[in-house]
């Protein structure tokens, strides 16, 4: 007999706001968000997701939605979905969740995706004070490949995967949370959503304080943007509250190592199709904690056998050595911020703006590396492109680039201007 197609257990409505769901979405991490579904060990069921944005970005010709963007109302997450073995006995504290994508992509009729960057005031990006402004690119689908008006002379397979997907934390991990991460940001509890509690109940106000964004990675999974997690992948999430309360979302068509301008995947609607296994008492079996508590674990993964095959790469390297020529001990970071400039200033000279690079960069299915870490002073890092995306030929000859006539790729992505009062980095010796 063959096998039943999956059960839908998170339907989601495009036409609707994320609040307006019939199944209620979240936007925080909490032990008390209740579930709004169950699954048991070995079934196979689907999971309808919006967008990281909530709909609220339009394929349009302006990035004034990008400009304006409320950011604490992102990642409004489909779930949490409780798992249960087949017997029915959910997950336990200390098990570990398996989660096999079986399948996913965009929801039907909605084949399109975009990628930004933030106004440096507003969210910023990996290389913020050098591109401030606002910017959009928007993405249509053709099957597995991904173009963009707004960066012609491009075109890529996408590895489609969730940026976000985890488990709930247990009061004990969300204090550890908070304790470490409160002094670094504001809660923006006036935008929280957490599905069936009611806004203003006493209840409703205590979780409120106590929940976690979903901005970051952490312990239990979360927002890791790891491009791999594709189709094929299986993830080893550690399971903290019982019935592991699994929720996924911001879904993503495509993205490069390290989403650099963080609005920075070709964000869109989509859908998973899945299967779980609980590994009991997994946590101790498999993960050492590093950390000083037996919480203090994080999620393995296995890469699936489907994605982009390239055979040619042009790889841009960089060390931890600043613009300004200062040196930063073995800072990764730094490192590979240079890979990605020399990698925008590089095509730039081929007719592209710099912020179409920094946006294809983002999004395209670019590898970065850590490619040495103890030669000090300087770290290295590295940033490979894959040539084939390209419809011209973008390697180094013995003659002027680009060939003929120099080739300007217009339109241009689209901006918004910057109003704000912070200073610029500008490269001395850039070539422009």
């Not at 060990?41 to 394929?59: N, P, Q, S, T, Y």
């Not at 703006?353 to 960069?361: A, C, N, T």
Request: charged share 25%.
């Amino acid at each position: 007999m063959a096998p039943l197609s999956p059960r839908v257990v998170v339907k989601v409505d495009l036409k609707k706001k994320p609040w307006q769901q019939d199944q209620p979405l979240h936007n925080r991490w909490h032990p008390e968000i209740p579930p709004v579904a169950e699954v048991k060990a070995g079934e196979f069921f689907r999971v309808e997701m919006i967008d990281a944005m909530g709909g609220v970005i339009k394929d349009n010709d302006s990035a004034s939605d990008i400009k304006n963007l409320v950011l604490t109302t992102t990642h409004h997450l489909s779930g949490p979905i409780r798992v249960v073995d087949e017997e029915g006995v959910a997950a336990k504290a200390g098990d570990l969740l398996a989660v096999e994508i079986c399948n996913l992509g965009p929801l039907p009729g909605d084949e399109w995706g975009f990628t930004g960057s933030f106004d440096r005031e507003n969210g910023g990006g990996f290389l913020t004070d050098h591109f401030p402004c606002a910017t959009k690119a928007i993405w249509y689908f053709e099957g597995i490949y991904a173009y963009s008006p707004q960066i012609p002379g491009v075109r890529f397979p996408g590895l489609t995967h969730p940026g976000v997907i985890g488990t709930a934390p247990s009061n004990e991990l969300l204090r550890i949370w908070n304790d470490r991460e409160r002094q670094l940001e504001e809660s923006g509890v006036e935008s929280l959503t957490l599905c069936e509690i009611e806004e203003g109940t006493p209840e409703w106000e205590r979780i409120a304080n106590e929940a976690a964004r979903t901005i970051p990675g952490r312990e239990n999974g979360g927002n890791c943007d790891i491009k791999n997690l594709s189709r094929g992948s299986k993830i080893y999430l550690p399971v903290f509250v019982e019935g592991a309360n699994l929720s996924t979302g911001d879904m993503h068509f495509s993205q490069g190592d390290g989403e650099i301008s963080f609005c920075g995947a070709i964000e869109m609607s989509g859908f998973l199709e899945l299967k779980c296994e609980i590994i009991r008492n997994g946590m101790q079996e498999y993960l050492t904690p590093m950390g000083p508590t037996p919480l203090h674990v994080n999620p393995i993964f296995e890469i699936g056998p489907v994605e982009p095959r390239f055979s040619e790469w042009l790889v841009f390297e960089g060390i931890s050595v600043d613009e300004s020529g200062k040196q930063h001990y073995l800072d990764a970071t730094v490192a590979y911020k240079r890979a990605v400039l020399n990698a925008i200033d590089y095509l730039f000279k081929f007719g592209y703006s710099k912020e179409q690079v920094y946006l294809l960069l983002s999004c395209c299915p670019c590898e970065g590396r850590l490619s040495g870490i103890v030669d000090s002073p300087n770290a290295v890092a590295t940033l490979a492109i894959p040539t084939a995306i390209f419809d011209q030929d973008i390697r180094p000859k013995n003659r002027k680039v680009p060939v003929g006539p120099r080739v300007v790729r217009k339109p241009d992505v689209l901006k918004s201007t910057y109003d704000g009062k912070l200073p610029i980095t500008k490269n001395p010796s850039s070539s422009s």
